[in-house]
């Protein structure tokens, strides 16, 4: 039996992080956790780009702009999509992470969504860095996996 898993080096990869600034308070803080995991796991900082994208619908063509050029081994997806009282949290949470799939797939690139989904405010704080940790270092850990395992396969 062969085994075959990705490791947490990120041995010479090279990220692009794609943050959304709608809910900049949100994003900011799961940037900042995708660039510490990513910092301690050796990755270099001119080995990682950060694009700013409007909002979270914007994420998607981003990736597939960062993904036609080949140059990364790893996107990590980060934002906020906050439910609110009309159906608009809906069509861009479901807008967005239909359009990451369909990218990843498209253009065999491994990418990590960390695009929050959450009722409320409050759920959004805590997974940005507080009580659920933070979804962004957890974004950036699933990347430099994949990456890893993507070079293996």
Not at 49 to 67: C, H, R, S, T, Y
Not at 123 to 139: F, H, L, P, V, Y
Request: aromatic fraction near 8%; proline fraction near 3%.
């Amino acid at each position: 039996m062969n085994i075959i898993e990705g490791n947490f080096s990120t041995s010479n990869n090279k990220f692009a992080i794609i943050v959304s600034r709608f809910n900049e308070f949100i994003g900011q803080n799961l940037l900042e956790g995708a660039l510490d995991c990513l910092k301690k796991h050796n990755c270099s900082e001119e080995n990682i780009d950060i694009i700013k994208v409007p909002g979270a619908f914007e994420i998607p063509f981003a990736a597939q702009k960062l993904a036609e050029q080949k140059k990364y081994n790893a996107i990590i997806c980060l934002g906020a999509v906050i439910r609110g009282a009309t159906p608009h949290f809906d069509f861009v949470a479901n807008s967005a992470s239909n359009g990451i799939s369909q990218v990843s797939l498209k253009y065999n690139i491994p990418i990590a969504f960390g695009v929050l989904t959450t009722d409320n405010i409050e759920q959004a704080i805590e997974r940005s860095g507080t009580k659920s940790g933070n979804k962004g270092w957890d974004a950036a850990l699933t990347a430099i996996e994949m990456a890893d395992l993507a070079n293996k396969i």
